[in-house]
């Protein structure tokens, strides 16, 4: 298990820190995922074989950008 912190750009909401969850529990392996649009961060824990670029692509698939 991995857990990262990953910077994320345009969540203004409660509603835009659901987006971004729910659209990374659609990923087999994702464990844990906690938004926050305030520290524009999202926390999420994964088992081993999730890519960081699956990651990435589900947030930007959702609608917002992530900081490298």
Known sequence: MERK?????????NG???NV???LRTL???SRVE???EA?????????GVSNDDV???IEQAGYDVEA
């Open 5 to 13: 912190t990953i910077s994320v750009t345009g969540m203004s909401c």
């Open 35 to 37: 938004a926050d649009h």
């Open 28 to 30: 087999d392996g994702v």
């Open 21 to 23: 969850e729910t659209a």
């Open 16 to 18: 835009c820190e659901q």
């Open 56 to 58: 990435n692509a589900a």
């Open 40 to 48: 524009d961060t999202v926390d999420v824990v994964l088992e081993d």
